[in-house]
Nanobody
Framework: QVQLVESGGASVQAGGSLRLSCAAS?????VAWFRQAPGKEREGVAG????????TYADSVKGRFTISQDKAKNTVYLQMDSLKPEDTAMYYC???????????????????WGQGTQVTVSS
């Protein structure tokens, strides 16, 4: 069983930056960040293969968001720069088991979920 705890959400102005953290207890093979705005479907934002160096991003955040990990701390980060009001959402961390197709950034490919952390970007 893997437990995930997100932190780092806040309210910022457009153009600002935030860094989200996802601390995992237990072994993970892949971790991704998803977001969900009110009235919208959950969207995969970025993912990482925690055993290697591969990453993937949604087109909407490429060049602005960076996913990384600290293996010693078993923590995955999401650095978010040049934030836009449309980035406002609840952000969730998710972890996948071995063999999952994490690079699809599809919610069904992840087995464990955190409780979420709110990001609000004002114009």
């Amino acid at each position: 069983q893997v437990q995930l705890v997100e932190s780092g959400g806040a309210s910022v102005q457009a153009g600002g930056s935030l860094r989200l953290s996802c601390a995992a207890s237990g072994l993970t093979y892949s971790v991704a960040w998803f977001r969900q705005a009110p009235g919208k479907e959950r969207e995969g934002v970025a993912g990482i293969d925690t055993g290697g160096v591969s990453t993937t991003y949604a087109d909407s955040v490429k060049g602005r968001f960076t996913i990384s990990q600290d293996k010693a701390k078993n923590t995955v980060y999401l650095q978010m720069d040049s934030l836009k009001p449309e980035d406002t959402a609840m952000y969730y961390c998710a972890a996948g088991s071995w063999g999952r197709r994490w690079y699809l950034l599809s919610a069904g490919e992840f087995d464990y979920w955190g409780q979420g952390t709110q990001v609000t970007v004002s114009s």
